[in-house]
């Protein structure tokens, strides 16, 4: 059983295309998470839901908007896509918030190349 | 600001031998610090975990150290393996999230 899904794994688009890319946990987890990872393979937090509830905004532009429909599904939107958001994100989600100790368990990555 | 430091970036070493990662954290309020793994192509994984009321914790062949006078925190592998080769990442948590390094990418060599 996949304790966090995401979908799709890789994503090839034009430039200044919308895409999204979807989230699933099976775990229970009341807290979801996408973090962006670089080609130098940095591991950035870009939002943070707890129950629905958006509680981390990083600084991101707003070309990202996240949706939570229910705590089990997190989903992001793009815009308007731009070379430099080339990357993989990661969906991941927790028990309790990270700021506390809460494990993230991360799925597998949705590999984004903009064109 | 909320700032995690990983070093090295890259190490080497030989089958057997043991690694050091070393990472240093700025917000005196952390209290949590996870180490995560990656494989090439993989999700990251934890592999281990320290709070900040223990100074030491060990797993088998790996270990993982606190000094938080000093605010860095460690993580040794001894014996190390082919299959220990992977991006390692430390974490902290600050401001109600968890900051990672930058990583270190570990290759053993057999």
């Known amino acids: 059983d996949t304790a966090v899904s995401q979908t799709p794994k890789y994503l090839v688009t034009q430039m200044g295309n919308d895409k999204s890319i979807k989230c699933e946990q099976n775990?229970?987890?009341?807290?979801m998470y996408w973090y962006k990872q670089d080609s130098k393979k940095f591991l950035k937090i870009m939002f943070s839901y707890n129950n629905k509830e958006l509680i981390i905004n990083e600084t991101v532009p707003n070309r990202f908007s996240p949706k939570s429909p229910d705590k089990a599904h997190l989903n992001l939107h793009i815009n308007s896509l731009e070379l430099g958001d080339s990357a993989v994100y990661f969906c991941?989600?927790?028990?309790?918030?990270?700021?506390?100790?809460?494990?993230?368990?991360f799925g597998e990555g949705s590999r984004l190349t903009v064109l | 600001g909320e700032n995690v430091e990983q070093h090295p970036s890259t190490l080497s070493v030989q089958e057997g031998d043991s690694a050091v990662i070393k990472c240093t954290y700025s917000d005196s309020a952390s209290n949590y610090f996870p180490w995560y793994k990656q494989e090439l192509g993989k999700r990251p994984q934890l592999i281990i975990d320290i709070r900040s009321n223990v100074g030491e914790k060990k797993d088998q062949r790996i270990a993982v150290t606190l000094n938080k006078t000093a605010k860095h925190f460690s993580l040794h592998i001894t014996e190390t393996q082919p299959e220990d080769s992977a991006v390692y990442f430390c974490?902290?948590?600050?401001?109600?999230?968890?900051?990672f390094g930058q990583g270190t990418e570990l290759s053993v060599k057999p």
């Open positions: 775990l229970g987890h009341d807290t």
């Open positions: 991941a989600s927790s028990y309790g918030t990270s700021g506390r100790t809460g494990e993230l368990f």
């Open positions: 974490a902290a948590n600050q401001g109600g999230k968890l900051i």
